[in-house]
């Protein structure tokens, strides 16, 4: 299926999910246990550079559980640590690059997130290039299971966040879902249901392919065309939200949902766009 059918079969899903009803009656809460929902600092970068602790507690009184980050604003561990508390915020995660992993730098990594009380090192940049033929995703999934080890012998998790580029056939299959399919199982298969979307993959088949692996999901719109900006739910998001949660929850051993916001409409900020979603999936019984 090309990009194009493939968009409009998801258009279609959303629309029969959302035409007729609210999106609380669409997403009508269940007695299952909630999974706690985090969001990406990323989404909020402009405040968070600023004053990452008045940030934090923003994100709180949002109500969300949890945050991942992508690079602390130049702030030391203990002051990171001590602005989470205060917010009563969780550090799940965090996005960081290969060299952050390696020989001379991992110790640093893991002594900073351990601080701020994160087990959590995701990948979140510099292997679409690699993973994108048959030789380099082998060696670069022998790299990761390398450092996969390490991490393990002090109690710390590495996994690989999904781009849109990251999912280029080789040999049949996608380069992610062939990466994974040579790392160890407790690499975490971070996928991010927007961007999968938006490279022309199937999220839903990609996450049931890989049960267990899926502990952390980035939850994302995708787009229809000409409403940039949509929030998760929103209705210009074409997402089957409903389908994507109930594999997370079912096959892909889902331990937290992150919220990643990468721009707004016109008209709002990305703090009240991460707030929009929160709402949203609060309607949709996720809260």
Same mark, same amino acid.
């Given at each position: 299926?090309?990009?194009?059918?493939?968009?409009? %079969?998801? =258009?279609?899903?959303?629309?029969?999910?959302? $035409?007729?009803?609210?999106? !609380?009656? +669409? *997403? @009508?809460?269940?007695?299952?246990?909630?999974?706690?929902?985090?969001?990406?600092?990323?989404?909020?970068?402009?405040?968070?550079?600023?004053?990452?602790?008045?940030?934090?507690?923003?994100?709180?009184?949002?109500?969300?559980?949890?945050?991942?980050?992508?690079?602390?604003?130049?702030?030391?561990?203990?002051?990171?640590?001590?602005?989470?508390?205060?917010?009563?915020?969780?550090?799940?995660? %965090?996005? =960081?690059?290969?060299?952050?992993?390696?020989? $001379?730098?991992?110790?640093? !990594?893991? +002594? *900073? @997130?351990?601080?701020?009380?994160?087990?959590?090192?995701?990948?979140?940049?510099?292997?679409?290039?690699?993973?994108?033929?048959?030789?380099?995703?082998?060696?670069?999934?022998?790299?990761?299971?390398?450092?996969?080890?390490?991490?393990?012998?002090?109690?710390?998790?590495?996994?690989?966040?999904?781009?849109?580029?990251?999912?280029?056939?080789?040999?049949?299959?996608?380069?992610?879902?062939?990466?994974?399919?040579?790392?160890?199982?407790?690499?975490?298969?971070?996928?991010?249901?927007?961007?999968?979307?938006?490279?022309?993959?199937?999220?839903?088949?990609?996450?049931?392919?890989?049960?267990?692996?899926?502990?952390?999901?980035?939850?994302?719109?995708?787009?229809?065309?000409?409403?940039?900006?949509?929030?998760?739910?929103?209705?210009?998001?074409?997402?089957?939200?409903?389908?994507?949660?109930?594999?997370?929850?079912?096959?892909?051993?889902?331990?937290?949902?992150?919220?990643?916001?990468?721009?707004?409409?016109?008209?709002?900020?990305?703090?009240?766009?991460?707030?929009?979603?929160?709402?949203?999936?609060?309607?949709?019984?996720?809260?």
């Amino acid at each position: 299926m090309d990009r194009r059918s493939f968009l409009k %079969t998801g =258009l279609c899903a959303a629309y029969g999910a959302f $035409g007729a009803s609210s999106l !609380t009656s +669409a *997403f @009508a809460a269940d007695e299952k246990k909630k999974i706690p929902i985090a969001l990406q600092v990323y989404s909020v970068r402009e405040y968070a550079s600023k004053d990452l602790r008045g940030t934090l507690k923003e994100i709180a009184k949002i109500g969300y559980k949890g945050v991942e980050f992508a690079g602390y604003y130049g702030n030391d561990a203990k002051d990171v640590r001590k602005w989470l508390d205060e917010a009563g915020l969780q550090a799940i995660s %965090t996005h =960081l690059s290969v060299p952050d992993l390696l020989e $001379g730098k991992f110790d640093e !990594t893991a +002594a *900073f @997130a351990k601080t701020i009380g994160n087990k959590r090192l995701i990948v979140a940049s510099g292997l679409s290039a690699s993973c994108a033929t048959d030789a380099g995703n082998q060696m670069t999934a022998y790299l990761f299971n390398e450092i996969a080890y390490k991490a393990a012998k002090v109690g710390m998790e590495i996994g690989f966040h999904a781009h849109f580029n990251d999912f280029a056939d080789v040999n049949g299959k996608t380069a992610w879902e062939l990466f994974f399919s040579r790392t160890r199982e407790d690499i975490i298969a971070q996928m991010d249901v927007g961007n999968c979307m938006h490279g022309g993959a199937d999220p839903y088949d990609l996450v049931e392919k890989l049960p267990g692996r899926g502990k952390l999901m980035h939850v994302k719109a995708e787009n229809e065309k000409g409403k940039g900006g949509a929030t998760v739910g929103s209705k210009g998001d074409i997402v089957d939200w409903a389908r994507m949660f109930n594999i997370a929850e079912t096959v892909g051993g889902i331990e937290w949902y992150i919220v990643e916001q990468e721009d707004c409409r016109e008209g709002s900020n990305l703090m009240e766009a991460c707030a929009e979603c929160f709402e949203n999936l609060k309607k949709m019984g996720k809260v």
